[in-house]
């Protein structure tokens, strides 16, 4: 919310793209229409393909992201990563809101970095926790209802959860899982074995 705020000060011309993946909580998508009203600009929904996320739910079921890591990638893939994907391909540029301090598979983003030929620009890398929460208070950023109801990362509705003042900023991302990287694939690639079944899973779905 902070770059579409720092956007909308600097009169930039930017496009404003969120990934509409079918599953997001009611209070997202009223977010949404909360941000388009107070910054008056348009809001582009980029959802995922329909016969893909059709074939997927028919060989796997609805809610496949609790069988197994690897089909939770799957469904990330096809209702995240490819409509990400395919909005960036005619892009040279884009910004992302990734911060160090969110996770230890963060740890290492940078404030720009090159690749598939184009700038991925992550301008609040370094920045904390309580500098994000100021500079929200002080410009009056809109703050996502879910956030008041113990939330501190927040993506579709049946894979994300409050979290305890214990837990880290992405522990209510896929909670159920005990082992791995709480990463979509949106940032970060999984790597090795899994990168090969998912390949797999998804040349099924996509080729069919
Ligand atoms: S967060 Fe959950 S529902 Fe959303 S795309 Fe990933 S696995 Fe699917």
Same mark, same amino acid.
């Given at each position: 919310?902070?770059?579409?705020?720092?956007?909308?000060?600097?009169?930039?011309?930017?496009?404003?793209?969120?990934?509409?993946?079918?599953?997001? %909580?009611?209070?997202?998508?009223?977010?949404?229409?909360?941000?388009?009203?107070?910054?008056?600009?348009? /809001?582009?929904?980029? #959802?995922?393909?329909?016969?893909?996320?059709?074939?997927?739910?028919?060989?796997? *079921?609805? !809610? $496949?992201?609790?069988?197994?890591? /690897?089909?939770?990638?799957?469904?990330?893939?096809? #209702?995240?990563?490819?409509?990400?994907?395919?909005?960036?391909?005619? $892009?040279?540029?884009?910004?992302?809101?990734?911060?160090?301090?969110?996770?230890?598979?963060?740890?290492?983003?940078?404030?720009?970095?090159?690749?598939? *030929?184009?700038?991925?620009?992550? %301008?609040?890398?370094?920045?904390?926790?309580?500098?994000?929460?100021?500079?929200?208070?002080?410009?009056?950023?809109? /703050?996502?209802?879910?956030?008041?109801?113990?939330?501190?990362?927040?993506?579709?509705?049946?894979?994300?959860?409050?979290?305890?003042?214990?837990?880290?900023?992405?522990?209510?991302?896929?909670?159920?899982? /005990?082992?791995?990287?709480?990463?979509?694939?949106?940032?970060?690639?999984?790597?090795?074995?899994?990168?090969?079944? $998912? !390949?797999? $899973?998804?040349?099924?779905?996509?080729?069919?």
């Amino acid at each position: 919310m902070i770059l579409v705020d720092m956007a909308a000060r600097l009169n930039a011309p930017v496009r404003i793209i969120t990934l509409d993946t079918g599953r997001l %909580p009611d209070e997202t998508l009223e977010m949404i229409d909360t941000v388009e009203a107070q910054y008056a600009l348009p /809001v582009e929904r980029m #959802r995922p393909d329909a016969g893909e996320v059709a074939r997927m739910t028919e060989t796997h *079921g609805v !809610d $496949l992201f609790r069988e197994e890591v /690897v089909l939770r990638k799957l469904c990330c893939q096809i #209702r995240k990563v490819r409509p990400l994907d395919g909005v960036l391909r005619d $892009l040279g540029a884009y910004a992302v809101g990734l911060r160090r301090g969110q996770a230890e598979s963060r740890e290492g983003v940078q404030q720009k970095a090159f690749a598939g *030929g184009k700038w991925k620009l992550s %301008p609040l890398a370094f920045w904390t926790a309580a500098e994000v929460e100021a500079y929200t208070k002080e410009h009056g950023v809109p /703050v996502h209802p879910l956030y008041a109801k113990g939330y501190t990362s927040i993506g579709c509705a049946p894979c994300t959860r409050a979290v305890t003042s214990e837990e880290g900023e992405r522990a209510g991302r896929w909670w159920w899982e /005990v082992a791995g990287d709480k990463e979509c694939g949106l940032h970060f690639t999984p790597e090795g074995k899994m990168v090969r079944e $998912l !390949d797999v $899973l998804l040349g099924e779905l996509v080729n069919a």
